[in-house]
């Protein structure tokens, strides 16, 4: 199964890859784990969420299939995802996953790593090419991420709405 460290905190992999002892932080990418988190932690304080994510003190869970249509994928889910990356990325191990681990946990870190200019922000296959020979070669994304990916490189937007308080997504 897959599973890589990129950055200094940052693991990448599948729900059963978990190599770290005890990672400080977890993003899991997966209608099914929002559907548990919903359920199991929505009437505790210091909860944030809708109908697109559950974050709690150290788990993020996205509502986001792995779909082969493009119109399932929208900046504002990954951006969810690149604000809890961003917030807790210094002074946490940080374990990110969707089943597989190698759709859209995968391309989630790789707007991750456009957006903090680790890599080339000028040219979509050149990133892409170098995500995969420097950082993680198990990427396989489906018809639908990959059309998003392309078409919305740099993630200018994505790298925008990151930038707002959990309040203000929840209302997005």
Known sequence: MPFAQITKNLYLG??????????N???????MYYDIFKKNYS????VF??????????KLALNLLD?????????YKFALAIKFINENIKDNLIY????????????????????CKILNQNNFEVALNEYIKKF??????????????????????????????????IEY
């Not at 599948?14 to 990672?23: A, C, E, I, M, T």
């Not at 932080?25 to 209608?31: A, C, Q, V």
């Not at 009437?43 to 210091?46: H, T």
């Open 49 to 58: 969420y809708n109908d697109y994510f559950v974050k709690t003190k150290n």
């Open 96 to 115: 990110t996953h969707c089943q597989l681990g190698v759709s859209r946990s995968a391309s989630t870190i790789f707007i991750y790593l456009v957006i």
């Open 136 to 169: 993680y070669p198990y990427i396989k994304v489906n018809y639908g991420i990959y059309k998003y990916l392309k078409n919305n490189f740099p993630y200018t937007n994505v790298e925008k709405i990151s930038k707002m308080t959990w309040g203000d997504l």
């Open 14 to 23: 599948d729900q059963f890859s978990n190599k770290l002892d005890q990672p």
């Open 25 to 31: 932080m977890e993003l899991k990418i997966s209608n």
């Open 67 to 75: 779909s082969h249509d493009p119109d399932d994928f929208n900046d």
């Open 43 to 46: 009437n505790e304080s210091n």
